[in-house]
């Protein structure tokens, strides 16, 4: 399976960032205990953030089958 947005491992121009920003970011490794510590998405986000992705993706399927 091809990830449809790879993650940059260097800067890359023209993709509606500068250099100064590339640099400015700082995103470290997880820790071990940072990973322990995390949460499954449906027991940290409210039940509507999850019935509108289900509405969004039936809207998407319609579109598609539309076309």
Do not use: C, I, N
Not at 25 to 49: I, K
């Amino acid at each position: 399976m091809t990830d449809k947005h790879p993650t940059l491992r260097e800067f890359q121009p023209g993709r509606g960032y500068t250099k100064e920003d590339w640099d400015a970011v700082d995103s470290p490794e997880l820790t071990d205990e940072e990973l322990a510590h995390m949460r499954p998405a449906r027991e940290v986000l409210p039940p509507e953030f999850f019935r509108s992705l289900d509405a969004m993706r039936k809207s998407q399927a319609q579109k598609s089958r539309a076309k």
